[in-house]
Every structure is written in C-alpha cells, then in structure tokens.
C-alpha cells in the first residue's frame, strides 16, 4: 500500500510538471526522444561488430517494442539526449574549440548520418527553452541557471553553426548507466503505470543530481571572483550576534 501511495504521488507529481509545462513543449520532448531512441537503435545496427553496453540494450530492446510502446519510452519528461548543457565553458561567447583548450576531444557517440540533423534540433530546442522558459530547460534538460543565460544569449545562426561543427556534442544522456535504459524499455514494453513511474523518477533522481553538481561546481567557481569583488574585507560576527566589516588579514589595516 506504502509502495502504491509513493508511485501514485510520483504519477502525480509527473502530471502537474506536465500540466505546467504546456502540450506543446512536452510533445516535441517526446518527438526528440523517439528520434533520440531511433538514433540510438541506428547506431547499435552500424557498431553491430563491438557494441558499447548502452548500445547493445537500447538495440536490442528498441527492435522488440512496437509503436504505442516506443511512444511510452519516449514520453519519458527529460531529454534522453545531451549536449553538455550544464558546461558552462562550451557555450560562453567566444569559448576556444576543445582541440584549441588543450582538453583532448571525447570520441563522437553518434557516427550514423542523422547525427548532425538530430545535434541541430536537440540544440535548437535547448536554445528556445533557455530564451522562453528556463524553469523547463532545468526541469527537461538538466540545464542550470547559468548555462541556460549563456545558451540564450546566443542567436539562432550561432546555434546552428555549434550543431553543424560540433556533432559530436550529443550524446546519450547516461551512457555509463545502461541499467536506466534498459528499465525504461521494459517498462515501456510493459505498459505498466507504475513500472513506468518508477523508471522515470529514476530518470529524474539522475538528473535532479547532475543539476546539483554543476550548481555546486558553478558556486565554487564563482567563490574566488566575489571574494575579489570583496575588497579584501571579512564579515565578522560577534558573540552577541552583531555583526562587523573588518580588513582581511591580507589587506593593510587603516590607520
């Protein structure tokens, strides 16, 4: 009963997300996904010689499902693709290509030849979701505050160019973790509500988890520069309670 309750409250919780978030934003989430879904299947077929493990399941589990069950996998209410949108240096203004930041490029996941068709859509709707609703890209995307005001900032032309040149950004989101994957399929071929429940609140614990990374990450990164911004000075709190500016023991004391 404990367990039926908790699904329910998760189906419920999924419903006012999508409540909020509108049909049609939710709609071409779904879209994304099964082309995601397909895109995956296609490269499963094309690396059929060594497959990675997340290939060998989506492969092999997207061949069983038919249509209605393919559609209940790619409602899941997240992107299944990722692009990097929570790293805040691939999309700052001007940022270096990867093979000029001295930081080795990762291998493409995706070599089949939609690969740059579906980099171009994912990343347009990312773009739109940051400039229209930035609530949604966190929520659908993983995308935090940061990020999301970068990839606004950019215009439409820029985030073509990005999709066409760097192809190589999108990538399966979890591809470490094909056990998440290949819950969902089952679910999805099952058709059990509360199967599927869980699998997309696993989804969702995932990537509530990578936003708080990149938050605290982001945090960290910014510490040095409002320190600086500071002027040296420390807030220092009394035993009372009051509170007092005082020079930083770096800084020279005023006379």
Same mark, same amino acid.
């Given at each position: 009963?404990? !367990? ?5 409250s ?19 989430l ?7 879904l397909?895109?995956?299947?296609e ?7 060594? +497959?990675?493990? !997340? ?9 069983? /499902?038919d ?6 996998a @790619?409602?899941?209410p997240? /992107? ?5 949108f ?14 000029? %930041?001295?930081r080795?490029? %990762? +291998?493409?996941f995706?070599t ?11 990343f347009?709707?990312?773009?739109? !979701?940051?400039?229209a609703? &930035?609530?949604?890209?966190?929520? /659908? ?9 970068? *990839?606004?900032d950019?215009?439409?032309?820029? *985030?073509? %160019? ?5 192809p190589?950004?999108?990538r ?12 969902l399929l089952l679910?999805? @071929? &099952?058709?059990?509500?509360r ?11 995932m990537?509530a ?29 009394s +035993?009372a309670?009051?509170?007092?500016t ?5 800084s +020279?004391a005023?006379p």
């Amino acid at each position: 009963m404990l !367990l039926q309750c908790g699904m329910d409250s998760d189906a419920g919780r999924e419903a006012q997300r999508a409540s909020w978030l509108g049909a049609a934003a939710l709609d071409t989430l779904a879209e994304l996904n099964e082309m995601g879904l397909a895109l995956l299947a296609e490269q499963a077929a094309a690396a059929a010689s060594e +497959p990675r493990p !997340l290939l060998r399941e989506v492969g092999a589990l997207w061949r069983t /499902l038919d249509r209605e069950a393919r559609r209940q996998a @790619a409602a899941a209410p997240y /992107l299944l693709l990722d692009a990097g949108f929570a790293d805040r240096e691939r999309w700052r203004p001007g940022a270096p290509q990867v093979a000029d %930041s001295g930081r080795a490029a %990762s +291998p493409a996941f995706f070599t089949v030849p939609g690969t740059v068709e579906a980099a171009r859509l994912c990343f347009t709707y990312a773009w739109h !979701l940051a400039r229209a609703e &930035s609530s949604a890209a966190r929520l /659908l995307l993983g995308m935090p505050p940061g990020c999301a005001a970068l *990839i606004a900032d950019l215009s439409l032309r820029r *985030i073509d %160019s990005l999709a066409e040149r760097h192809p190589e950004w999108l990538r399966p989101r979890w591809p470490a973790h094909p056990q998440l994957w290949r819950e969902l399929l089952l679910a999805a @071929a &099952s058709g059990e509500a509360r199967a599927l429940a869980r699998a997309r609140l696993h989804g969702l614990t995932m990537l509530a988890a990578e936003a708080r990374r990149a938050a605290g990450t982001a945090a960290a990164a910014a510490a040095p520069a409002q320190a600086a911004g500071a002027g040296g000075r420390v807030r220092l709190t009394s +035993p009372a309670g009051t509170a007092s500016t005082a020079p930083s023991p770096r800084s +020279p004391a005023r006379p």
